[in-house]
């Protein structure tokens, strides 16, 4: 029916919306590109197909994986809604127009999402190249395996491939053969869905040769998120105008200015990298609070190229209730020969802050703290108590080492004093260095995702855990796991 570009999409809703019919929307739409754009795609077509949200929870169903998926896809799509209105089947990040062609871009997105951290969708990837090659776990195991992925040894000099292929086998992940899935597909576009069913499908990449392309673009609407990924110079123009045109409609919602020396340090830092660029953006925006312009001096100061500490990686999973990148991180510093029990005083020091930081929260000095306070108010406000109620916490400290050395003899006081700067390190204070608040900001803003009960609940857990680890004789690794497990999934009542 028609095929247009991801800005175009706005002007094809206001048209419809002025349709009075009924059954207004196309049965099918392929949304592919880039992925933060495709994404932003999907949820702006959701919001014109099913604008009532309490409808969209039960008449709105998505897909991770179409590979494995496909004929309860087609089955849903051939199933009338219970509920009145429109019914919509996502495919979200459907691998279904891969090919063999394409294992060395898919190995290279894998490659991608685990330098981001995104160890399960490195995996994903991974799972696709092997199945589209016809490779088992087994076989990428052996030298002669690897060679097959045909890659001139790129993967035998990382380490990265390994890890994604114990972590695929860890988790019992499958490999299938997507071939045919796109026929099944196409045959049911073909076909056609009850009316007010409709599939939408999302994805980095298709080829316009298959049958299932043209049937789509013949049943249904296209809508292109792609940005040219070639480094020839038109290329790379292109690529930098939609950086900017993305910039310019975040910085326009928040009320934000970028100077020109901040821009160029951003994008010297990322490159075309969509979405790292937009997580900057709006960390920056963040932390200018009420300031109208980001300068150089705050992307110096919020975004340093630094190397990255793994335990503060896996403290920072911990506060975040991710349990996969915590428990990868957990691997990852276990094989690099971290002992289990530094590890798990890290995990109980970081606990141990964040419900510091409730009690805060909950004095007199925190009564300005709440959901959602800007940066800018955070730094002016609220870093002045804490910066107050860690000088009355240090005093008390030392009160109580003068009254237990009140007998020692004058040399042993002047020890003392040795003491206080001990004191000035304690794990009680809740910002160390206040001539840097971002961090403690971050801090607060983790705080949120747990409640004080749960925190409470994660030290008495982690006392047993101690005891487990010391004495029980249990593999230390299931120990930090289920420790792991305990703090990070949400707990009911």
Not at 277 to 298: A, C, M
Not at 480 to 491: G, M, N, P, S, T
């Amino acid at each position: 029916m028609s095929e247009f570009k991801f800005k175009e999409l706005g002007n094809y809703l206001l048209t419809l919306s002025k349709d009075k019919a009924k059954n207004k929307f196309v049965s099918v739409y392929l949304i592919y590109g880039e992925e933060l754009l495709y994404k932003k795609a999907l949820d702006i077509l959701l919001a014109a197909v099913l604008p009532d949200k309490s409808l969209r929870t039960l008449n709105y169903e998505p897909f991770e994986d179409t590979d494995k998926n496909i004929y309860e896809i087609v089955e849903k799509l051939n199933t009338f809604s219970l509920m009145p209105g429109e019914k919509v089947i996502a495919a979200c990040d459907s691998k279904i127009f891969y090919s063999k062609s394409d294992t060395e871009s898919i190995l290279k997105k894998a490659e991608e999402a685990y330098a981001d951290k995104k160890i399960k969708k490195a995996a994903e990837y991974v799972v696709s190249a092997l199945g589209l090659l016809g490779l088992s776990f087994e076989d990428v195991c052996r030298a002669d395996g690897k060679a097959k992925l045909k890659l001139n040894n790129t993967l035998n000099e990382k380490k990265w491939f390994d890890k994604i292929i114990k972590y695929c086998v860890d988790n019992s992940l499958t490999l299938s053969a997507p071939e045919g899935n796109d026929k099944v597909l196409q045959k049911a576009v073909e076909k056609g869905f009850p009316k007010g069913n409709h599939l939408i499908i999302t994805t980095d990449r298709v080829d316009k040769r298959r049958g299932l392309y043209k049937a789509i673009n013949k049943n249904g609407i296209i809508i292109d998120c792609s940005v040219p990924g070639g480094q020839t110079r038109s290329d790379k123009i292109a690529q930098e105008a939609f950086i900017k045109e993305m910039m310019r409609n975040i910085l326009a919602k928040a009320g934000k200015s970028v100077d020109n020396n901040a821009y160029s340090a951003m994008y010297e830092m990322t490159g075309f990298d969509l979405r790292t660029f937009v997580n900057n953006l709006e960390k920056l925006i963040s932390f200018v609070g009420d300031r109208k312009k980001i300068t150089i001096e705050d992307v110096r100061n919020v975004l340093k190229r630094t190397k990255s500490d793994p335990i503060y990686e896996l403290t920072n999973a911990i506060s975040e209730r991710n349990i996969e990148d915590t428990l990868f991180f957990l691997n990852s510093l276990l094989s690099s020969e971290f002992h289990y029990l530094q590890i798990f005083t890290a995990i109980t020091n970081q606990i141990r802050k964040l419900l510091i930081v409730k009690e805060f929260v909950e004095s007199s000095y925190g009564r300005e703290w709440h959901t959602g306070v800007q940066y800018n108010k955070f730094r002016s406000s609220i870093m002045p108590a804490i910066q107050e109620h860690d000088s009355v916490l240090l005093k008390q400290l030392e009160d109580w080492e003068n009254i237990i050395s009140k007998d020692e003899t004058s040399d042993k006081r002047k020890k003392g004093k040795s003491k206080k700067s001990k004191l000035n390190s304690t794990d009680l204070l809740i910002a160390k260095n206040p001539n840097n608040p971002y961090p403690v900001f971050q801090l607060f803003s983790k705080s949120e995702r747990f409640t004080k009960e749960e925190l409470l609940d994660s030290i008495e857990y982690m006392s047993k855990a101690d005891l487990r680890l010391k004495s029980t004789g249990q593999n230390p690794k299931l120990v930090l796991e289920d420790v792991i497990f305990h703090i990070c999934q949400k707990h009911r009542g």
